[in-house]
């Protein structure tokens, strides 16, 4: 096969260019490596804030007082300037939704100081949350149990904590029964929750439930940042179980029919969307920037390209006297160029996967190498090639025979 | 029929404001088995009659039939499919593949012709047995002699077994007596039936083909017989 014969020619061109190739593979490695990496690594950090917003579950909605798709900076105004919530509003649902199964009320703030006789934490997420809060978040219980609904009603000072505060605070001892001191008022903890583990360099177990009365009673309802979390009966009446919710709520805040509403419904669905609008420009933005990269690759092949025919025109001339028609000359460089693109890629992607997988391991994510990075990558570096190739290679193939055997 | 046949060859170059005849006019005919030399002083056109025989150029005006065929009306890859099958050249200069073996030197037309790689390299090894190489393989240009390259290069020329040789100015790199061997080699090609034409402007080099064709000015000014062909 002749096209073998003409590829091995151009591999020994290469190879007898070895540092004039390996340099302009080294342009080419560099545009591939940093656009796969940030590929990899925008695709690995998207997995996992996807999956951070799954543990929401499927049949879960949040209601919030701000939030949802924000269209634009007059519509972010009116949004903050809404009433806030009122307790009453989880009781309401609870009522009239038939397709909620389990309502819970949250607020939440950050303790600076946790004590356990004298070792101390700070800065600890507290969820003041009701009783079936359990069922509805991610969180799963080790030892112990969570809370009742009597303990919430009551506003009893129990607490159910994250394994960070056990091993912090109780290195070597069970921490059921024992007291702790939230802000400096004591709490018995409970029960203890499955281990997370962090994500984006956030500590998920660095965490307190309380009930939400206690957490009431405590620190105050902070209407403003109230969320219910409903969780629905199954997938198929997640749409009505929000549609029933809407219609309490608007009754409760007095929404006029003619007006929209004024608080917001978010899924796991709607979260992930809503992160994926924001994060758009920011991404694509990053993917260009850094594609600039891999157009000066081709730039650094199409010099080199332009520089070997110029040099190589007598032995040019040679081939063309023997016999070479013009489309063996033109392949013969494609391949040239080709070879140095798709092998720049090549090394590129692996280099850029190994650099995507440690970028994303310092924020603490997993990520599995991006077929589609792979595929695009070797996707473009052979389309640089070939459209930065080919110029060249026609140059070649377009001489005339005596006047490159007369070139000196 | 003859090999070689032109009618009325004219090559015009167009310099801007003056137009460059190099080519007059020339008729020859030419038959399978001729040993023709050409001579003529620089710039008299003889190079650019070898180019548009060697199918390396195109006349501006004129026919020229090679083995048959028409080749003055053809394209680029046309004439590239002639040069490999009807046409071997040695030039001056050699113009080997610097970075090759002597062996892929041979073999490279053949590539271009599209046969398979035993086929090749048989073909390349015989070549380069019959020009006393076939120790020699396996060398690069820079590791033999003058001679010896333009050896490779007469394999070259002829492993693809072409209707024609066209030699221009093959001793011209080389030493008197090293271009006796090269002029003894031609000879014994010659009489094993190829057709050469030998460009020089040596005349003892000259003496050798059958034929003398004097260019002057694009023209053909004269022509010698040195021996009648047997």
């Given at each position: 096969m002749i096209y073998w014969d003409i590829f091995r020619m151009a591999l020994n061109a290469l190879w007898a260019n070895r540092l004039r190739s390996g340099l302009t593979l080294?342009?080419?490695?560099?545009?591939?490596?940093?656009?796969?990496?940030?590929?990899?690594?925008?695709?690995?950090?998207?997995?996992?804030?996807?999956?951070?917003?799954?543990?929401?579950?499927?049949?879960?909605?949040?209601?919030?007082?701000?939030?949802?798709?924000?269209?634009?900076?007059?519509?972010?105004?009116?949004?903050?300037?809404?009433?806030?919530?009122?307790?009453?509003?989880a009781e309401a649902i609870e009522d009239a939704c038939e397709d909620c199964e389990k309502i819970a009320m949250q607020a939440y703030g950050f303790s600076p100081e946790v004590k356990y006789r004298d070792k101390k934490l700070s800065n600890v997420y507290i969820r003041g949350a009701g009783a079936s809060m359990i069922d509805i978040v991610d969180y799963e219980v080790e030892h112990g149990r969570f809370y009742s609904y009597e303990e919430d009603y009551g506003g009893r000072r129990v607490a159910f904590v994250g394994t960070t505060i056990q091993k912090q605070l109780f290195p070597n001892i069970d921490p059921i029964g024992k007291t702790i001191k939230i802000n400096n008022l004591k709490y018995d903890i409970i029960g203890i929750a499955k281990e997370q583990g962090a994500t984006f360099g956030h500590d998920a177990d660095k965490i307190i439930f309380i009930?939400?009365?206690?957490?009431?009673?405590?620190?105050?309802?902070?209407?403003?940042?109230?969320?219910?979390?409903?969780?629905?009966?199954?997938?198929?009446?997640?749409?009505?179980?929000?549609?029933?919710?809407?219609?309490?709520?608007?009754?409760?805040?007095?929404?006029?029919?003619?007006?929209?509403?004024?608080?917001?419904?978010?899924?796991?669905?709607?979260?992930?969307?809503?992160?994926?609008?924001?994060?758009?420009?920011?991404?694509?933005?990053?993917?260009?920037?850094t594609s600039i990269s891999l157009i000066v690759g081709g730039i650094i092949i199409m010099n080199i390209m332009m520089v070997s025919v110029t040099e190589r025109t007598r032995e040019i001339g040679i081939r063309k006297s023997i016999g070479a028609r013009q489309k063996d000359i033109l392949?013969?460089?494609?391949?040239?160029s080709f070879i140095l693109s798709v092998g720049g890629g090549l090394i590129g992607i692996s280099l850029g996967v190994l650099l995507g997988d440690l970028l994303i391991n310092l924020i603490n994510m997993d990520m599995t190498p991006s077929l589609l990075a792979i595929l695009l990558g070797i996707g473009i570096s052979s389309g640089i090639g070939i459209f930065f190739g080919i110029y060249p290679a026609m140059k070649a193939a377009r001489l005339q025979p005596v006047k490159a055997l007369s070139y000196e | 029929m003859a090999l070689i046949e032109t009618n009325n060859l004219w090559k015009t170059y167009d310099m801007g404001k003056v137009q460059v005849h190099a080519l007059r006019g020339i008729s020859i005919k030419i038959d399978?088995?001729?040993?023709?030399?050409?001579?003529?002083?620089?710039?008299?056109?003889?190079?650019?009659?070898?180019?548009?025989?060697?199918?390396?150029?195109?006349?501006?005006?004129?026919?020229?039939?090679?083995?048959?065929?028409?080749?003055?009306?053809m394209h680029d890859d046309e004439l590239a499919e002639i040069r490999n099958r009807e046409i071997g050249f040695v030039f001056q200069t050699f113009n080997l593949m610097p970075r090759s073996t002597a062996l892929h030197n041979v073999e490279l037309p053949l590539i271009y012709g599209g046969r398979n790689r035993e086929e090749r390299l048989q073909m390349a090894r015989h070549a380069l047995e019959v020009v006393n190489l076939g120790e020699r393989v396996m060398h690069k240009p820079s590791e033999l002699s003058g001679g010896q390259r333009q050896r490779v290069a007469i394999a070259r020329a002829m492993v693809n077994k072409p209707s024609l040789l066209l030699a221009d100015e093959p001793t011209g790199n080389i030493d008197t007596k090293t271009g006796d061997e090269?002029?003894?080699?031609?000879?014994?090609?010659?009489?094993?039936?190829?057709?050469?034409?030998?460009?020089?402007?040596?005349?003892?080099?000259?003496?050798?083909?059958?034929?003398?064709?004097?260019?002057?000015?694009?023209?053909?000014?004269?022509?010698?017989?040195?021996r009648r062909a047997s």
């Open positions: 080294l342009g080419v490695i560099i545009g591939v490596t940093s656009v796969i990496t940030i590929i990899s690594a925008i695709e690995g950090f998207m997995g996992s804030v996807q999956a951070e917003i799954n543990k929401l579950g499927p049949t879960t909605f949040l209601v919030v007082r701000v939030g949802g798709i924000i269209t634009s900076e007059d519509a972010f105004f009116e949004m903050i300037k809404r009433k806030p919530f009122e307790v009453e509003y009930p939400f009365n206690t957490f009431a009673k405590d620190f105050g309802t902070p209407r403003r940042n109230l969320t219910i979390f409903v969780k629905a009966r199954s997938i198929d009446v997640l749409d009505k179980a929000m549609d029933q919710t809407r219609v309490v709520l608007r009754a409760y805040r007095h929404v006029p029919y003619d007006k929209e509403d004024d608080f917001s419904l978010l899924t796991a669905d709607s979260i992930m969307e809503q992160f994926n609008n924001i994060t758009r420009f920011m991404r694509f933005g990053l993917i260009g920037i392949f013969q460089f494609l391949f040239e | 399978k088995g001729d040993y023709i030399a050409v001579m003529g002083p620089s710039g008299s056109g003889k190079s650019t009659l070898m180019n548009l025989i060697g199918c390396l150029d195109t006349p501006t005006q004129g026919e020229y039939h090679l083995n048959g065929k028409r080749v003055s009306q090269i002029m003894g080699l031609f000879a014994e090609l010659h009489n094993n039936g190829n057709t050469i034409i030998l460009v020089t402007h040596e005349m003892d080099i000259a003496r050798n083909a059958d034929r003398i064709l004097f260019i002057r000015d694009g023209q053909i000014e004269k022509e010698e017989i040195v």
